[in-house]
Nanobody
């Protein structure tokens, strides 16, 4: 059974940084497309970044140059490093393993506010 657990969210001031981690069990992170999504209040869930088999990554235009995604096969985790955070980045961030079946984590709250 595939299980994903996010961590690293919290409250940060504008311009600050956070690193989100997603611990994956039951599936190797470099065998699939791993993704980070976010959902702000009243908005639809949107794709933030994904990484294909631990290699090529795709980053949403609105966060390009500020966010990076990576995997660590040794710890079987996928991370989202977020720099120069802005209030509009406030959302619940979800880790997902895509494939025939998509598995989701429970989400972690990121709040950017002064």
């Amino acid at each position: 059974q595939v299980h994903l657990v996010e961590s690293g969210g919290g409250l940060v001031q504008p311009g600050g940084s956070l690193r989100l981690s997603c611990a994956v069990s039951g599936s190797a992170v470099n065998d699939y497309i791993m993704a980070w999504y976010r959902q702000a209040p009243g908005k639809v869930r949107e794709l933030v970044a994904d990484i294909i088999n631990g290699g090529h990554s795709n980053i949403r235009d609105s966060v390009k140059g500020r966010f990076t995604v990576s995997t660590d096969s040794a710890t079987n985790t996928v991370s989202l490093h977020m720099d120069r955070l802005q209030p509009e980045d406030t959302a619940v961030y979800y880790c997902a393993r895509t494939g025939i079946t998509t598995y989701w984590g429970q989400g972690t709250q990121v709040t950017v506010s002064s």
